[in-house]
């Protein structure tokens, strides 16, 4: 009996999980290395039994993430789907105003802008609806097409004015990605606009992290063990990991999927000759930029913020604080009654972020609290600081010609090396699954070295000129 392939992921996030889920369905033997102590990576949350749900940070996923739904229903995982409403605040000024993205008459009267950009807002909405099926937001050979090097910002100004740009469509961006619409394609923003309107939104009952978990069943999972080196000899691929004891193991495998960041895909394969990683590729992982994030999460009365909310700053300047969201939690108080709370987790803007970034908890609690109420001035003064959460490769860039770059390089991916994670489109769980899918397919299609899916990389007329 010939023996079983055997395939190394690196990285057990939603990307590296997704692809070996791909893999031991096609035969092969699978060991992921994963540098933390466990699966999900950037989904992955922090959990805390004072609170019930345990769950901290807990990624919102909506109606039409396709393969989040085939996984959900593969897995019976129904019950842990909980709908959020969609409750956006922006806070122009001092002065907030309720702007629901699936709803019509929350667009129409939405006070912090006028009629005119009300209405550009709605048939813009309305245009791109049209094309969501070549607009989808998770796939960069789709969007590739219509990423024509505009940015958002540039989109954005052609049927709203400064003032509409600023209210409608830039908190609705800049808040949950936290980059500025001046850094990113506007094929992301046209592929958003598509897929919004009706959409339903869910986060799971104990985090994303189950997706992974699942996803995984079957593979030999290393936990606390981080790739140091990856080498290709003989067309075969030797792995070094450091474990959690410090101690590092060599071992030699048919094939590998890079599925962590960038950044740490470029350093890890560094050395390989041009034959294993072509220069589009080493240039596509050296060039991604990221934005960092920091959550600063507090336990506040029920009564004192509004429920499941995306409080957002408007404008184009980058305010002290982006973003507040909240949600809702019970407590055990003293005498053990289960007592309705909110955690709010503050997401200070970018300037502040890569500030804060260098500073103790208890600084960047101190500094955090000394902000917030600049965006919310009733956020209670006796909040109490509840956990942080440091990501200083947050948010991958789609920047402008990004995903005309992104289709060309998974056209060139070959075994025995090949890559998965967000950044091939943008930091959305079910994008990072997708290329997950992809890199596995390269290893096991009977066509290994052939391109297949490479993409056009002009604009077609009709559909880009939007
Ligand atoms: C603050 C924030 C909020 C978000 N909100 C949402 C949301 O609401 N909805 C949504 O859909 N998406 C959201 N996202 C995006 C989502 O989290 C990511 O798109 C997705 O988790 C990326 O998965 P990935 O597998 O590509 O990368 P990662 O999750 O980064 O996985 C890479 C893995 O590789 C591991 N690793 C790194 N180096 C090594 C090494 N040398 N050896 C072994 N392992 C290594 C890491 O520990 C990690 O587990 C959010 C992201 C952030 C940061």
Redesign the pocket.
Known sequence: MSQRERTAV?????????AAKELIKAGREVVI????AG??????SWHRSEIEPSVG?????TSF?KL?FERIHEYGLEDQLVEMSNNVIVVDNGQPAELLSDSLRSLLTYKHVGLRDRIGFLTGTLKETRLRKQLDIFDPVKLAPFDDGTTAAEYARKSLSQRGFDNLLRPEIES?W?WRCEDVSAAHVRAMQAQVAGAKFY?FRNG?EVI?ERNAEGADIRLE????DLQVTGGRVHIT?RSADGESHAEIFDDVVV???AP?AAK?TAALPNDIVGRDTREFLETQVYEP?L?VSYLVDFSSMPSEAHIVAAGADDPPVKTIITFPRKVKDAQGRSVDKHLAFV?PGRAETRRLLAMSPEEQYAETTRLVTKLWPDFPADAEPFEI?V?P????LPAPGRYRMSARVIGLQHAPVVF????FT????????L??IRAAEKLTTAGKLTPTSAAPTTAPTSAAAG
Do not use: K, Q
């Open positions: 690196i990285g057990g996030g939603m990307a590296g999980c997704a290395f994963e540098a933390a699966l999900g990576g950037r989904a992955r940070i807990n990624l919102w996923f993430y989040m949950f936290l986060v994303m992974a063990h981080e790739v140091t990991a599925a962590t960041t740490v890890l994030a959550s997401y959460a990501r490769h947050a948010m991958p998965a994670g967000d950044y943008a930091p959305i769980s079910e994008a990072a699954m290329s997950g």
